[in-house]
């Protein structure tokens, strides 16, 4: 009878995990179709915008016009800065895009060497139910019970020890961005007060790296979002999360052409730690949901052993 209830709570356990990766994997889906949709807007739009950059720079009537009366460089640079603008957007979504992919073969994966586990359960049942029908009702019941619960809670922990290892990397990210642009920040006041072209150089270099890590944190915070989603039934996490599937926008939306001005590095500062600490609020709360759980499972199990050591 014990090695029948190992085998089932590993099976059952199994399957809540196939439920689980099908969820998550319907999920990725329906976002890659999201992004193939928001990825084919900014392509048109960032040609849009290179077109009117390229309109300008040739000589025309109009051109040379506005080169006389000083407008066309006015032009020419908000058409330029509209361009890295919607470049910036274009890129952070196609590597987003790239990384969602990854997943969803990497969950596809999972759930083909799961294997066909109905077909395993259906086995194990019959073997149990002709066995039990020499054995005590009632002892059955109470290790059907205790089988279910631990079960349950065994999937529990694995989703918030997933969900805790996603908040982890994005976290990391999350540093990196703030200590780039404060470091630019830095560079910046000392470019203010005449530090020169090294001053300048090492500031926009800073920028530089900030804006590399925004489409990675950006994939994180979505992967986040989705671990959250699936223990959202079984964990209470209070902070609002779905705006963090936008966060990258801000950064994208101009804020990096005009990121020479000061009060723009520190708006971008003061929206990672703002992200930040939303993200190590839902952290505490997942730690203390993990630690409650796990002694759950402890309890269970020992009620499972001392009721079989007994029978």
């Known amino acids: 009878m014990r090695e029948l209830n190992e085998k089932l709570l590993k099976i059952?356990?199994?399957?809540?995990?196939?439920?689980?990766?099908?969820?998550?994997?319907?999920?990725?889906?329906?976002?890659?179709?999201?992004?193939?949709?928001?990825?084919?807007?900014?392509?048109?739009?960032?040609?849009?915008?290179?077109?009117?950059?390229?309109?300008?720079?040739?000589?025309?009537?109009?051109?040379?016009?506005?080169?006389?009366?000083?407008?066309?460089?006015?032009?020419?640079?908000?058409?330029?800065?509209?361009?890295?603008?919607?470049?910036?957007?274009?890129?952070?979504?196609?590597?987003?895009?790239?990384?969602?992919?990854?997943?969803?073969?990497?969950i596809e994966g999972n759930i083909r060497r799961l294997g066909n586990l109905e077909s395993e359960y259906r086995t194990i049942i019959n073997k149990k139910e002709k066995l039990l029908i020499s054995t005590d009702a009632e002892i059955e019941n109470r290790l059907d019970r205790i089988i279910e619960e631990e079960s349950f809670f065994i999937d529990k922990k694995k989703e918030i020890e997933e969900a805790i290892a996603a908040g982890?990397?994005?976290?990391?990210?999350?540093?990196?961005?703030s200590k780039s642009l404060q470091s630019a920040s830095n560079w910046g006041t000392w470019d203010i007060i005449g530090g020169g072209m090294i001053a300048t150089m090492a500031k926009h270099s800073r920028i530089d790296q900030a804006k590399a890590e925004?489409?990675?944190?950006?994939?994180?915070?979505?992967?986040?979002?989705?671990?959250?989603?699936?223990?959202?039934?079984?964990?209470?996490?209070?902070?609002?999360?779905g705006s963090f599937l936008?966060?990258?926008?801000?950064?994208?939306?101009?804020?990096?052409?005009?990121?020479?001005?000061?009060s723009k590095i520190r708006d971008a500062e003061d929206r990672i730690m703002n992200t930040t600490n939303k993200v190590n609020g839902i952290m505490r709360r997942l730690e203390v949901e993990l630690d409650e759980t796990i002694r759950t499972i402890e309890n269970l199990n020992n009620e499972r052993l001392n009721i079989i050591e007994q029978a």
Request: glycine share 2%; hydrophobic share 40%.
């Open 12 to 106: 059952k356990s199994a399957m809540r995990e196939k439920e689980r990766l099908l969820r998550m994997l319907d999920n990725a889906e329906e976002q890659k179709r999201v992004l193939e949709r928001k990825k084919a807007q900014l392509y048109e739009k960032l040609k849009k915008e290179e077109l009117d950059v390229e309109k300008l720079e040739k000589i025309s009537i109009t051109n040379f016009i506005n080169t006389i009366t000083g407008r066309k460089l006015e032009k020419l640079e908000k058409e330029k800065k509209e361009a890295v603008a919607a470049k910036l957007k274009f890129d952070a979504v196609n590597e987003e895009l790239k990384n969602l992919i990854n997943d969803i073969e990497r």
């Open 168 to 177: 982890r990397k994005l976290l990391i990210s999350l540093r990196q961005i």
């Open 214 to 241: 925004i489409s990675r944190t950006q994939s994180l915070l979505s992967r986040f979002h989705r671990e959250l989603e699936d223990v959202g039934g079984k964990v209470e996490v209070n902070i609002e999360i």
């Open 246 to 262: 936008t966060f990258a926008d801000f950064f994208f939306d101009g804020i990096f052409a005009d990121l020479t001005v000061q």
